[in-house]
């Protein structure tokens, strides 16, 4: 019997090909699991992912799907469905997000930012939930951020829809229990692609305001998954963590 926690479970993450959802591939992958690493754009990065985790012995994947749009989550389902096995673990993790004063913020990029941010969420819950309920088992992860609690004045459409995730995650888990569990990760600043091509001073103040006085490696927001797709948390469910370092 293994004892790596996540064994003959498929897990699916999306936009797993970099940053805090490659970290939750490795981990998933290094608990015995077969991962589906989606990706919208990032071919490239999404196999370099794969090979990674298929080093540590179990089937990996990766998927291109856009996941605003419902026939692209259809697909992308069908085909973990089918390679791997029906989804047992998700972590809605693709997401994007940019920085502007409100007087460029227009209503085409409020809308865009809801699409991926809060339907993808909603349509990759959507899609995997009844065959969950049906075999009484599945945990969900949703990431937000810790902008959904802190003033983001030049964030608004990224902040508000990451406020969002929270509620969909509280109602959600009401929904679906008592056989599916979902929870939220609501990570601080973290060391990615995204955070290193942000402004150096504001990352600088960001850090000074942090009671840890540094900036996140993606494999810590990646523990905090771990715990919430595990028995580990076996009484929690409809819960955010909020993993930034003590700012919050």
Request: charged share 20%.
């Amino acid at each position: 019997m293994s004892d790596k926690l996540f064994t003959r479970r498929t897990a699916l993450v999306t936009g797993g090909a970099r940053g805090i959802g490659r970290a939750v591939c490795e981990m998933l992958a290094a608990e015995g699991a077969r991962v589906a690493v989606n990706y919208q754009r990032q071919a490239t990065a999404a196999e370099d992912t794969v090979r990674l985790l298929e080093k540590s012995g179990v089937k990996a994947i990766a998927v291109q799907a856009d996941v605003s749009k419902p026939e692209d989550v259809g697909r992308m389902v069908e085909t973990v469905r089918r390679e791997l096995g029906p989804v047992d673990l998700l972590v809605n993790n693709a997401g994007i997000a940019e920085s502007k004063p409100h007087t460029a913020l227009t209503f085409s990029r409020w809308r865009e930012m809801f699409a991926v941010n809060v339907d993808g969420p909603f349509l990759t819950t959507w899609a995997v939930k009844d065959e969950m309920i049906a075999r009484q088992f599945g945990r969900i992860v949703n990431v937000s951020s810790l902008a959904a609690k802190v003033l983001k004045p030049e964030m608004i459409d990224y902040a508000t829809t990451k406020a969002t995730v929270i509620a969909l995650t509280r109602h959600t888990a009401a929904a679906l229990a008592p056989h599916v569990r979902v929870n939220c990760v609501a990570p601080g600043l973290t060391d990615t692609e995204m955070a290193r091509d942000a402004n150096a001073n504001l990352n600088a103040q960001i850090i000074a305001m942090t009671l840890l006085q540094r900036i996140a490696q993606p494999s810590e927001i990646a523990q905090v998954v771990r715990f919430l797709l595990s028995e580990e948390s076996s009484f929690v469910t409809g819960q955010t963590i909020f993993a930034c370092g003590g700012r919050a």
